[in-house]
């Protein structure tokens, strides 16, 4: 494993319409695909990238490393809790860096551990919010909570949970709301 890089947290999904309209209704699916395509492309393998796998996230983050090439594995962790086992998505068995956490019984102990884990395994540069429903919007706060002084970027223009973040932030960077060049914006928030 490379341990000198920086670490970048990504937190990200797409919304479900059975869930919480708010968050559905905001979305949109394409940029919050094309967003973590380019985060991908763009740190890869200049930072290491942490992140609680999900569903509709983790076969995009595959994908792009699939295209790099395998050798890109080592820049990538994956987290996953024990809870969700019997539902993992087929792609975590192609990540060789999973890690997994304990299930409690309780879902939302099981991601709070998760969670905790996650953060505390690595000093973390930045956390990028991408879409997302309730749980990106938890990330949000814990990660601010145990990493005070890492950059925090909702991009907002994905809608969902991530937007609602950004409105809650008392310093706004409109880039995050309104750029869809999502390269050049990871690209410049990142050389910051």
Known sequence: MVTELKSIFL?????????????????????????????????????????????????LVYHVIGHRGLGIQEYVTLYQSKYFEKIYPEDNNQFKNVIQTENTNDRESSLL?????????????????????DG???????????HPKAKLFPIASTGAASALIYERMSIKNTRLKNDYAYSSLFRDLLSQ
Request: charged letters at 25%; glycine letters at 6%; zero cysteines.
């Open 11 to 59: 937190s990200a999904s797409i919304p479900l319409p059975e869930r919480d309209p708010r968050y559905h209704e905001s979305a949109d699916i394409i940029a919050i695909r094309d967003a973590v395509i380019s985060l991908m492309d763009e740190i890869l393998p200049r930072f290491r990238l942490i992140w609680g796998g999900h569903p509709s996230i983790t076969p």
């Open 113 to 133: 551990l998760m969670r905790r884990a996650m953060f505390s395994s690595a000093n973390f540069e930045a956390g990028i919010f991408i879409g997302g429903m």
């Open 136 to 146: 990106v919007e938890k990330e949000f706060d814990l990660f601010r909570e145990m």
